[in-house]
């Protein structure tokens, strides 16, 4: 029998996890590698292993794999971290993958983005199991049935390979990029560390929301690596992402596509982020941001 298995690193990528599962539209259950799960996930059993940390892909592959037996499809959600894992566990399952879903046709027929986002692909797997990643933004929160999920501990294997020798915290206590409701973004032009963390921090901070960065950005050394929104950083889909001092490349439009609402302030009226904002003002970052925090 056809079944799912979506795999949580934390008890929020649950619900976004559910919502595809519910889209298969066959039973599913979960594992959750730390922390405590909602008394109703959506899924019929949810195997907490109640890890300290999340381990090093290499560290768990083998665990993950063992606890996918006899599931035809296995999700992820599709941040660094889960394209990592995932990866490893196709690998050791000899299983099909498909990376980046927003989309379901069928349990074997998928949609997902190509071409930096500007086309979408519909993608037919022919053998299982089935290994997934998916974009939270393609799918509904699920139905709450009002029934508990069946909680069991598990036992994960873990066989330390390598180790992580620096964390960076997030500053601030802020929402993680791929969770936040409101993003604020910052690009070149903010020039430094300090005037980036003063301007577009200040601003995610009095809206309780997450602080992102162009490539441009990081490679500047004005934002730190784990900030990267884009294409080759990390896809978000927040209510609100506000893009301040952004020209709206190609490689950062990919990234931030499915967000809900995009505000754009560049002082540049043929910036190209101007064709895909909803709400566009043509000024200086710097007098935009100090006015809009005064009015918060």
Do not use: W
Not at 3 to 22: D, H, K, Y
Not at 227 to 239: E, F, N, S, W
């Amino acid at each position: 029998m056809s079944r799912t298995l979506i795999i949580a690193f934390e008890p929020s990528e649950l619900e976004q996890l559910a919502g595809f599962a519910v889209c298969l539209a066959q039973p599913f259950d979960a594992l959750l590698v730390s922390g405590e799960p909602s008394a109703d996930s959506g899924a019929e059993r949810v195997f907490c292993a109640r890890l300290a940390e999340v381990p090093t892909a290499d560290s768990v592959d083998i665990g993950l794999a063992a606890a996918c037996a006899g599931y035809s499809h296995v999700a992820f959600v599709s941040s660094m971290r889960g394209k990592d894992h995932a990866a490893r566990v196709a690998g050791r399952l000899d299983a099909a993958m498909v990376t980046d879903v927003i989309g379901v046709e069928s349990t074997t027929v998928f949609r997902r983005p190509v071409v930096a986002g500007s086309a979408i692909a519909t993608v037919e797997v022919l053998s299982l199991p089935l290994v997934i990643t998916i974009r939270p933004a393609g799918f509904p929160a699920p139905q709450r049935s009002g029934n508990s999920s069946s909680v069991e501990s598990m036992v994960l294997e873990v066989e330390p390979k390598s180790r992580r020798i620096e964390a960076s915290a997030k500053g601030g206590g802020r929402p993680d990029l791929t969770q936040a409701k409101a993003i604020v973004s910052g690009g070149r032009p903010l020039k430094d560390a300090e005037t980036f963390e003063r301007l577009i921090g200040g601003l995610a901070d009095q809206l309780g929301g997450a602080v992102g960065a162009t490539r441009a950005a990081v490679d500047s050394g004005i934002a730190p690596n784990e900030l990267q929104v884009g294409q080759t950083g990390k896809i978000v889909a927040p209510d609100l992402y506000i893009a301040a001092g952004i020209s709206g490349s190609t490689q950062h439009m990919a990234g931030i596509k499915d967000s809900k609402v995009i505000v754009a302030i560049n002082k540049d009226p043929d910036a190209p982020i101007f064709e895909v904002a909803d709400f566009g003002l043509v000024a200086d970052l710097y007098d935009v941001i100090p006015e809009l925090r005064s009015k918060l």
